[in-house]
């Protein structure tokens, strides 16, 4: 089906064909079209880059009254870069439509530059669950009249230990008739939000894992023994030497070191991990996103929320642990309808992960030979 079939207004249906969005994603077939027609509680289940932004964030869009200059619309999530990364989304959304004028509020940022930016006329607010907490207690913005809140990448607010905070601000939110939660996963802290807060007669669709990893990326494994690791690595990146990638470590030390053995090989890199100050981070990902940077060495949790274009591929240097940092990792390349790779450099025991990733996420890996 076509967005239009799915419901929505020809002039976000022109917004997303200029963005080169056409089909809709299994997820977006699901829920644009229950969002769309009823005041509903809904669970989706899903991975990052599954396409869930559109999901919530066309349903939503339909429900705001330009004209009514108020919050109506609260999105909760977990880091700064994926709020930005909404807000931008919105923003493309409505290029054809009704002005609609959301705003970002995060930690790290001068709280004053926020509290004015929010005495704009402002219909939603993107929230991370700490700096919405602080801008409650300053009485800085006005939470009455949202009708609908969205909570996205759940689980990892409650990774990142929000889990408090977003009791405090679901709690407040007497007149929302919406309450839309997104999860890769089911934890038990999740489940305790979704009945103490959402109804007990919410929807729930599950995307199935077949659907989860982006057909465009090619999966890739490359047999080599740590010592040889960083050899196999330059290679890579000399091969794809006009591209652009990012390499993923499991560890900050590891990120850091990693980023100074490429530096002290001339290659234009950085680091990105959570013992960052937000001015470093932005200045490490404003290098990376006006190309003076060529890679990118990230930790998953850093890694959240990035949405960059043209991106050729990504490297495992250090497998995941999970199954769905794998999908998260894989689907920063092959963006917009375009391919990239996906290299896992693993030991031989490292296979069996390989396999199980095969297997739980309905893709095939193929191995390649390290360059003599």
Request: charged fraction near 25%; charge should be positive.
């Amino acid at each position: 089906m076509t967005f239009e079939q799915l419901g929505v207004n020809k002039d976000f249906v022109k917004a997303l064909t200029e963005m080169k969005i056409i089909n809709p994603t299994p997820i977006q077939s699901e829920v644009i079209p229950l969002l769309l027609h009823a005041d509903t509680d809904l669970v989706g289940q899903a991975q990052t880059g599954t396409g869930k932004t559109a999901a919530f964030g066309l349903p939503l869009l339909h429900r705001i009254s330009a004209k009514h200059k108020v919050i109506q619309v609260l999105i909760l999530c977990p880091t700064r870069e994926l709020g930005q990364q909404i807000a931008k989304q919105l923003f493309k959304f409505t290029k054809y439509s009704d002005k609609i004028f959301t705003e970002s509020v995060y930690g790290g940022a001068p709280i004053e530059n926020q509290i004015s930016a929010l005495r704009r006329p402002t219909h939603i607010v993107v929230a991370t669950p700490g700096r919405l907490i602080d801008l409650m207690k300053r009485k800085a913005l006005d939470l009455s009249n949202v009708q609908t809140v969205v909570l996205d990448e759940a689980d990892e607010m409650l990774t990142m230990g929000f889990k408090k905070d977003l009791d405090i601000i679901l709690g407040s939110l007497p007149n929302a008739q919406n309450k839309w939660l997104f999860s890769a996963t089911m934890p038990e802290g999740i489940r305790q939000i979704i009945k103490k807060h959402l109804s007990p007669k919410a929807h729930y669709i599950e995307i199935s894992k077949r659907d989860k990893v982006n057909k465009n990326i090619d999966h890739q494994f490359l047999i080599c023994e740590e010592m040889d690791k960083f050899h196999v690595l330059l290679q890579m990146i000399n091969s794809e030497r006009k591209n652009r990638g990012i390499i993923f470590c499991r560890t900050k030390t590891a990120a850091q070191t990693l980023a100074k053995q490429l530096i002290a090989k001339n290659i234009s890199a950085d680091a990105i991990h959570g013992d960052l100050k937000q001015i470093e981070r932005d200045k490490v990902m404003r290098a990376f996103k006006n190309e003076s940077l060529q890679i990118l060495v990230a930790t998953d949790l850093a890694a959240r929320g990035l949405d960059i274009d043209d991106l050729a591929y990504v490297v495992h240097y250090q497998l995941p642990d999970k199954e769905e940092y794998y999908t998260h990792r894989s689907g920063r390349t092959a963006r917009a309808g375009k391919k990239g790779i996906s290299l896992a450099l693993v030991n031989t025991q490292e296979t069996k992960q390989i396999r199980f990733f095969e297997k739980a996420l309905g893709i095939a890996f193929s191995q390649i030979r390290p360059i003599k």
